[in-house]
């Protein structure tokens, strides 16, 4: 039960600023547990010699006295010591751990956030941060110090009389493996109802999702996925329960259990004549407390244990390797152009290719709108160019450079993002646009907030331009957030921007004056574009044909495309005719 | 996709009212607690009743030790060696109170199981139940993960308190109490000597659990704080990242830290000495020499035995134990509380009235008066629709038009009865639409989610009419432009929906419109953008959707001009009212109407 205690400690080093406090402040806790077990150890010889009167290793009740009151005087001493130390771990931890925590996360590739990581992160810094914390301030000192004292306590044993020492070493695998076996008595009972509970919350989620289409088909009151989903779980908890229970009562009975078995071995052994009486008597009460502190030790291994995922997690942000990339910003060969040569990539060692073998490139000054049909990875295209995440095979450049090869900052200041995700800060809608670039004039922002369309949805807030947008914009709705992320590109000047058009498509007033702003972009920048609208992909000087297997079919201007006939001809007569298409 | 601001306040300033509500807060918590667990109250009472009993059983071994070492102590006194009768007869003893001990702890552990599962079962009926009669509206996305993380979260809080406490928590305290009791009876005095250092950690410890409850609901707010921020320093990243702004945004999360450290500190550091203190006074030794020391003096007078001492030193370190886990439980009971408040909340959820006296519809006319509507309850909310009035003549197309946010989906939705009118009223064929019975046979509606539950196509197409052929499946299915995909599916019609079924949006779109197709209601309501999701199967779904349309009295949610130039009456919709009815030559000389056509024939390069 110590081997959980041993892996985790080098991560517990890694999470506290001073790893060396932490030590010390175990050797303190294993000292006062020594001197714990050494006075429990004492007992044995001062009931003795309580109870006869007579001298034990040579010491009187007096002498024995005397012994334990300055083990107690010690061991209060450590004690308060061992808790100063421990809290003051603890918190260097909770202080030093959304350091840690944030510094890592700023330096991480941005590929590295495209798993659902934010819940995690924010549980991870808030309320599981007390749980942790609970580790370094309750956790390891008392199980470091328990430990320490059951050690001493069965030496002790086997000095005073082999027999028992014996007997100790034998209860203390017992009562480890009992313990053990109840709980995974425990987890085979949540491995039965778990999983169905877990399939139960996803059913009623469903139910509450779906709750419209349900009731448009008058379900609403007997869908019966849910009502089988119910039973199940009824039936999968109660079959669950008679294991758990069972685990439950083992665990409740151990200690117990170990107590009335070293009771009747020191019984019999004084009735046999094999054990002084007086001998016996100390013993036994040596032994209720024995299990007690067994029983301490395991209880906190299992909640050190429990916590186990917590660790692991913040290890795992901890440990997390960076994307490598230059310490210096390199010389830009071909500024303003983009460039994808022999491009594959998956989003997982098993996951279907998204990209095979693309090629494609992006002259300076010029609109490449990308074209194909839904997974066939044009957003891929232009993560791969911001560098969320790095091509499996071939180069991806960005001004002439692969990206791999310039620094983040390098790389993003060539680049504006208009994406279908846009994230606002919470904050005013100015601030908002004025983060497109440091030191812009007030002029400036209001010019680029002019051409998005964002002085509409100023002039309409209560507040204007000082009014806050939400968490996330949340106040905004997703086209007015588009706009918004216009104006911030249209204030940066990048070199180049990517735009994803699809949000724009749901709202008449957007279209256009995202229209009017792409139109003003391509003047200033090279813009590859993510186009679904005809009039879009009519109006670029390049149109990159993409396949649904995620490959090029063709790169040319619209007219080569449709002569050339293929996947682009069929598309556009699709789009042309939903386009034109009205209900009756 | 609701556009009005909300002023909110700074997440920070919310804290100093939290704080002043917090008692309040922890009697309704204790309330709703109370008032949840009451279906299974009785049964937690036996388990309490029964754990109880099992904790006083546990003091037979310690009176074992006593009894027994009277035997060796008299043994060791005299010549004639240890009597086996007596030692065996308290070994026999303990044997069966332990086996009974066992034996009464099952069947507690039994019983508050029992309660469990069947409050469990309770609970999630209750709430399914509720969820078929709240108001469409109330689905939002805020709601539905508050109904995940009360399923998830809160329900497994509440086992832990029902399935395990009563049993474990009773357990934890009576055994110490009856061990103290038992101290008491061997003799007063070493019972006294027993709890000697006791009284002082009680003063240590109620030093630092002061005003704990208030700086827990200080502490939460603070790091909900934190967490927001790491929220917001996460999701945000990209835009952080693309304009070199990492900084700024990791300093705002550091600062949101820094502020729960200051505070943590404040509140914790001077407690950390206290606290220490206190914890000391329960160490072993000390205890024991306590102990020890009383009781040789009270041997030596000749008043108690070395058994007695040794068996109440004993006691003296298993009864701190007892005070630990009661001061565990006021925490976990609190928690608790928090978790039923927000389960009552959910079940409390208002509903929609019953349709009360059922009215028949007579035709398929559809008549909005006067009807007035805002998501809040309350009497100065914001007006979402204001005297919306206009009709829908039988077998006729009508579109809302009009800038995003001002109303047209609350509008379409109302006549589905997603929630009612705060004023004025909706008549379906004459009948108010809150009378009619089974309104879903009367009025459809395709909206932008699909909403397709994971069971199987078949069960998907067939949940408004279980009782359809076969044939009339395929049929739908092909009218809804889906029959072909779907059979190309290796497991066809029973193919499961869900992640990795490989099914698109657009073709879950199609799906949802062949069970609308089956259901085959008179009146629909449709959203165009349903059309647009999807490029590349956007022609295939608006055939599906003029298909279902035909005939049908239509109220379509309609996002581009140019889809409704031929239906038959267009209701310009502005900031939740009408602004003119007619068709498109009647609206165009209208100038809001107007300006909607205007901005979608902005082009790129100004050519066509």
């Given at each position: 039960m110590s081997l959980p205690l041993i892996d985790i400690l080098p991560r517990l080093r890694r999470m506290i600023s001073e790893p060396e406090a932490l030590r010390p402040a175990l050797i303190v806790a294993a000292l006062s547990g020594l001197v714990e077990g050494l006075s429990l150890a004492a007992l044995l010889p001062a009931i003795g010699s309580l109870a006869s009167g007579e001298p034990v290793w040579g010491l009187q009740i007096g002498g024995w006295l005397v012994v334990l009151a300055l083990l107690a005087v010690t061991c209060f001493g450590l004690h308060y010591l061992q808790e100063q130390r421990t809290y003051a771990v603890a918190l260097d931890f909770l202080r030093s751990i959304h350091r840690l925590v944030g510094d890592q996360v700023a330096k991480q590739p941005l590929g590295w956030f495209a798993r659902p990581s934010s819940g995690r992160l924010s549980r991870m810094v808030s309320a599981e941060l007390m749980n942790a914390g609970e580790i370094f301030a309750h956790m390891i000192g008392p199980l470091v110090a328990r430990i320490t004292a059951a050690i001493v306590i069965v030496i002790a044993a086997w000095l005073w009389h082999p027999l028992l020492g014996l007997v100790l070493t034998i209860a203390a695998p017992v009562f480890v493996i009992i313990t053990v076996t109840s709980t995974s008595f425990m987890r085979r009972g949540s491995a039965i109802h778990e999983p169905e509970e877990i399939k139960l919350a996803a059913r009623i989620v469903e139910y509450a999702q779906c709750q419209g289409a349900l009731r448009s088909c008058g379900r609403s009151d007997d869908f019966p996925p849910l009502g089988a989903a119910l039973e199940d779980t009824r039936s999968a908890k109660t079959r669950a329960q008679w294991i758990e229970t069972a685990g439950m009562l083992l665990s409740g009975v151990v200690t117990q259990g170990v107590i009335v078995a070293l009771i009747a071995v020191s019984g019999s052994l004084a009735v046999s004549g094999t054990l002084e009486p007086i001998a016996a008597l100390a013993f036994i009460g040596l032994a209720l407390r024995f299990t007690s502190t067994l029983s301490t030790i395991t209880e906190n291994a299992m909640s050190l244990e429990s916590r186990r995922p917590l660790l692991d997690a913040i290890d795992e942000v901890l440990t997390a390797e960076p994307l490598p990339e230059p310490a210096s910003p390199a010389h830009l060969p071909a500024p303003g152009t983009i460039e994808l040569e022999d491009v594959s990539f998956a989003y997982?060692?098993?996951?279907?290719?998204?990209?095979?073998h693309v090629s494609l490139s992006v002259p300076r000054g010029s609109m490449v709108a990308l074209v194909g049909?839904?997974?066939?990875?044009k957003s891929t295209i232009a993560r791969l160019v911001c560098r969320f995440y790095d091509a499996d095979s071939g180069t991806v450049r960005v001004g002439g450079l692969p990206?791999?090869?310039?620094?983040t900052e390098q790389l993003m200041s060539q680049l504006s993002m208009v994406f279908q995700d846009v994230y606002l800060f919470d904050d005013t809608l100015e601030a908002n646009i004025a983060i497109g670039r440091e030191g812009a004039s007030r002029e400036e922002i209001r010019d680029a907030a002019d051409l998005a369309g964002v002085t509409e949805i100023a002039e309409r807030l209560p507040a204007g331009w000082q009014s806050r947008v939400g968490e996330g914009g949340r106040a905004l709705s997703g086209g007015e957030r588009q706009r918004v992320a216009i104006a911030r590109a249209l204030l940066k000047r990048s070199p180049i921007v990517l735009l994803d058009?699809?949000?724009?498509?749901?709202?008449v007033e957007n279209e256009a004056n995202i229209v009017a702003a792409v139109e003003h972009l391509r003047r200033q920048a090279t813009v590859l574009i993510i186009a679904h609208r005809l009039d879009t992909i009519a109006a670029a000087d390049q149109i990159v044909a993409l396949t649904e297997h995620g490959s090029v079919e063709a790169q040319g201007t619209h007219a080569e495309l449709i002569a050339a006939g293929g996947t682009y001809a069929r598309f556009w007569d699709r789009l042309h005719r939903a386009q034109g298409w009205h209900i009756v | 996709m609701t556009t009005h601001v909300q002023t909110r306040d700074d997440p920070s300033g919310g804290a100093a009212t939290l704080v002043s509500d917090t008692k309040a807060q922890q009697k309704t918590d204790a309330r709703s607690l109370k008032e949840l667990m009451r279906p299974v109250a009785p049964w937690l009472t036996i388990g309490r009743l029964l754990a109880a009993i099992s904790g006083v059983l546990a003091v037979v071994p310690y009176v074992a030790l006593v009894q027994i070492g009277h035997v060796l102590l008299a043994a060791a006194g005299s010549e004639g060696g240890v009597d086996a009768d007596e030692v065996n007869r308290w070994l026999r003893i303990l044997l069966l109170t332990f086996s009974l001990r066992i034996g009464i702890y099952f069947i507690a552990l039994l019983v508050t199981h029992l309660a469990d599962i069947k409050l469990g079962h309770l609970i999630r009926l209750r709430m399914v139940q509720r969820f078929a009669r709240v108001p469409l509206v109330w689905f939002t996305s805020t709601n539905s993960g508050r109904v995940r993380k009360a399923l998830q979260d809160d329900i497994g809080t509440i086992h832990q308190l029902i399935a395990h406490r009563p049993v474990d928590g009773t357990n934890a305290i009576v055994m110490p109490a009856a061990l103290m009791v038992y101290a008491f009876i061997i003799d007063w005095r070493l019972g006294l000597l027993a709890i000697a250092t006791l009284p002082l950690y009680v003063a240590a410890m109620s030093v630092s659990m002061r005003g704990m409850g208030e700086k827990t609901v200080q502490m939460d707010t603070r790091l909900g704080l934190v967490s927001a921020r790491m929220v917001e320093f996460v999701t945000g990243i990209t835009v952080v990242k693309a304009f070199g702004r990492v900084g700024r945004a990791h300093r705002a999360f550091q600062d949101a830290a820094d502020e729960f450290q200051e505070f943590y500190y404040a509140w914790v550091r001077p407690l950390i000495t206290v606290s220490a203190l206190g914890n000391s006074l329960l160490a072993v030794p000390l205890i024991l020499s306590v102990n020890i020391g009383g009781g040789a003096w009270l041997v030596h007078q000749g008043w108690v035995t070395a058994a007695d001492v040794l068996a109440t030193s004993l006691i003296a370190l298993l009864i701190p134990y007892g005070l630990e886990v009661l001061m565990g439980s006021m925490w976990a009971q609190q928690m608790a509380g928090a978790s039923a408040r927000r389960l009552t909340e959910l079940l409390e959820t208002p509903v929609l009235a019953e349709e009360a006296d059922h009215a028949v519809p007579e035709g398929h006319d559809v008549v909005f008066e006067h009807v007035s509507y805002s998501y809040d309850t309350g009497e100065d909310a914001e007006l979402a629709l204001d005297d919306v009035s206009f009709t829908l003549t039988a077998g006729t197309v009508t579109a809302l038009v009009g800038p995003s946010g001002s109303g047209k989906s609350t509008i379409a939705t109302l006549l589905a009865r997603f929630d009612d009118p705060r004023s004025g009223q909706i008549r379906l064929g004459g009948a108010p639409v809150d009378r009619i019975k089974h309104l879903y046979t009367h009025v459809g509606f395709v909206l932008q989610?699909?909403?397709?539950?994971?069971?199987?196509i078949r069960d998907t197409i067939t949940l408004g009419r279980p009782d359809a052929t076969d044939e009339q499946i395929r049929e739908a299915a092909r009218a809804a432009r889906v029959l072909d995909e779907i059979e190309q599916?290796?497991?066809?019609?029973?193919t499961v929906y869900g992640a990795g079924t490989g099914l698109s949006g657009g073709q879950a779109q199609r799906i949802a419109i062949a069970r609308a197709i089956l259901v085959d209601a008179p009146v629909l309501i449709l959203d165009e953008a349903t059309a647009l999701t999807d490029p590349e199967s956007q022609h295939q779904i608006q055939q599906a959707l003029s298909d279902l349309a035909r005939d049908k009295t239509v109220l379509l949610i309609a996002h581009r001009p140019e889809a409704i130039k031929g239906v038959d009456q267009i209701v310009l919709v502005e900031s939740g009212r009408v602004l003119a009815t007619g068709t498109h030559s009647e609206l165009m000389a209208h100038p809001g109407y107007a300006r909607l056509w205007q901005s979608t024939t902005a082009t790129l390069g100004g050519t066509k």
């Open positions: 997982g060692p098993t996951a279907e290719p998204v990209l095979q049909p839904s997974g066939s990875g990206v791999t090869e310039q620094t058009e699809a949000t724009s498509a749901l709202d | 989610d699909p909403q397709l539950p994971s069971i199987s599916l290796p497991e066809g019609f029973d």
